[in-house]
């Protein structure tokens, strides 16, 4: 039976939003892709009519997850007073903790593409923008330093919070973290 483009198109979406949340959720390396295709409703031979390979998948979930978050960034900062308060808050937070699926990908991805020998692009865009957003929020000569400083605190506290099995510890992580980065801002 043949399908439609539409009908190809949606599939093509799942796979690569499906994708998205697992590699954030799970990591690259443990999101196999015969249960993600099964998960789906989809046999693992159909990924190949999508993908030339999983890296292929690798790449273009991480650009998906991309856009998803700097449209949520953006909604979230919205008339902020203190948008870069607002962006430690949220990213620093124990809901994003609770969702790497749903959230930044630079704790879960990036440390594994790394470590796979196999940086990416799209990281690279990322923490580009993460750098632009802290930085055009800080005044002064060592804004930029001082934004690649944030950005590493931030994304070392959240998977440090992530990794650890205290709940106590973990959120000492996130709330020590996020009020000395809140007062470098303020201070900014």
Known sequence: MRYSEDHKAKTHQRIIEEAALRFRRDGVGATGLQPLMKALGLTHGGFYAHFKSKDDLVETALQHAVQTLESSTAESLEGAEAPLQTFIQ???????????????????ISAELGQRGEPSATSDVIVRNRLALIENNLEGEDAKDESVLMLSAMVGALLLSRSVKDPELSDRLLKTTRRLLIEQAQDA
């Open 90 to 108: 949220h990213y620093l937070s124990s809901l994003h903790r609770a969702n790497p699926g749903a959230g930044c990908p630079l704790p879960t």
